[in-house]
């Protein structure tokens, strides 16, 4: 990625969704797939425990970007394109308490996408908050949006 430098350490490589977010071509879908293929890895090993073991990779994403945002920003400028643990924590929040089917999943996946490049309904406002509450929240916004709308898919069409 041009313009950018790339910093070592965990922190860094956290943010960047373990290096999704140096990809090329639209970081953000393939940060938001790698958080599918993580999450189907977390189920297949935890799978009585998934709910929890989710919500703790929820937190610990949560946490890792409040701090780390903002030093992405002091080095990068206002959200970052390289940092993409935003989109990997919207896309956990979009499947928390959905079942786990490919089929939902993937329709969940679009829905989030969509809902996270448009910024509808709030989510562009929630952009403006500062430090890392504004880059995290908008996708937690955005993953909230994409369950409620398969939520109400599958109510009205069984």
């Known amino acids: 990625m041009t313009g950018y430098r790339q910093p070592d350490g965990w922190l860094w490589w956290f943010l960047c969704g373990f290096g999704t977010g140096w990809l090329p071509l639209a970081p ?3 940060a938001a797939a790698l958080a599918l293929m993580l999450a189907a890895t977390l189920h297949a090993v935890t799978s009585e425990f998934f709910p929890i073991a989710l919500a703790i990779a929820i937190t610990a994403a949560g946490v890792i970007g409040l701090i780390g945002i903002p030093r992405a920003e002091v080095l990068w400028g206002k959200d970052p394109t390289p940092v993409v643990l935003d989109e990997m924590l919207g896309m956990w929040v979009a499947i928390w308490a ?6 939902i999943w993937s329709a969940i996946f679009l829905a989030f996408r969509v ?18 509450w504004g880059v ?3 996708d937690v916004l955005a993953g909230i949006y994409a369950f409620l709308l398969w939520r109400a898919f599958d109510w009205l069409w069984p």
């Open 115 to 132: 809902f996270d490049i448009a910024k509808p309904l709030g989510i562009r406002y929630l952009e403006r908050l500062p430090g890392g």
């Open 98 to 103: 959905a079942p786990v089917e490919w089929k």
């Open 28 to 30: 953000g879908t393939w």
């Open 136 to 138: 995290m929240l908008d």
